[in-house]
């Protein structure tokens, strides 16, 4: 079955770290790029940026640039977002969704999305 | 950035009725790079349409996407009770990609 399957939930203090994974299957990971799209609670979708699984060339949200690393392991077809110094404002659910095409960053694919809590 | 303005909010409908939904953009879309998606409560996002008008793998005919440069349109022809949820579009022709705020359909 081809599907997303991302890590449970997380409870982090502020100033913390997060590292979220994304595990491919039915699919191989290298064919498609990955993106992280995140919403907090009351708000709408927010694109975070995304990564080619084939090289590893990533292009991140301007306002998350520097605390946003995206990256993958291809050994366990898994993608992986970290998130540092975390805020209150990072409370979100955490997507990963699948590029359908190249150069056309729609997503025909998606995880069901991961909680992350941001409370001290 | 382009922003996108999803009408109406909430729109309330029966099954069988024709439910039609808008998504207005600040800035003309390039190429009418312009997605749909329905995401239920507890389930992921799924597409339903990408390129403005073209129905993704699997999509029912019922769903159906128009519009072009700043407005866009999806139309359900005829509402099944599966179809009550909540629908985002999403523009990807200009960085950074950025979404609408979903019009929730629910039964009436």
């Known amino acids: 079955q081809v599907q997303l399957v991302q890590s449970g939930a997380e409870v982090k203090k502020p100033g913390a770290s997060v590292k979220v994974s994304c595990k491919a299957s039915?699919?191989?990971?290298?064919?498609?790029?990955i993106s992280w799209v995140r919403q907090a609670p009351g708000q709408g979708l927010e694109w975070m940026g995304w990564i080619s699984t084939f090289n590893a060339n990533t292009h991140y949200a301007q306002n998350l640039q520097g605390r946003v690393s995206m990256t993958t392991d291809t050994s366990t077809s898994t993608a992986f977002m970290e998130l540092r110094s975390l805020r209150s404002d990072d409370t979100a659910v955490y997507y990963c969704a699948r590029i359908a095409k190249w150069g056309e960053e729609f997503f025909d694919l998606w995880g069901r999305g991961t909680l992350v809590t941001v409370s001290s | 950035e382009i922003v996108l303005t999803q009408s109406p909010g909430t729109l309330s409908l029966s099954p069988g009725e024709r439910a039609t939904l808008s998504c207005r953009a600040s800035?003309?879309?390039?190429?009418?790079?312009l997605a749909w998606y329905q995401r239920k409560p507890g389930q992921a996002p799924r597409l339903l349409i990408y390129?403005?008008?073209s129905r993704a793998t699997g999509i029912p005919d019922r769903f159906s996407g128009s519009g072009s440069a700043t407005d866009f349109t999806l139309t359900i022809s005829r509402l099944e009770p599966e179809d009550f949820a909540v629908y985002y579009c999403q523009q990807y022709g200009s960085s950074p990609i950025t979404f609408g705020q979903g019009t929730r359909l629910e039964i009436k």
């Open positions: 390129g403005a008008s």
């Open positions: 039915g699919y191989t990971l290298t064919s498609y790029g």
């Open positions: 800035q003309s879309v390039s190429s009418s790079y």
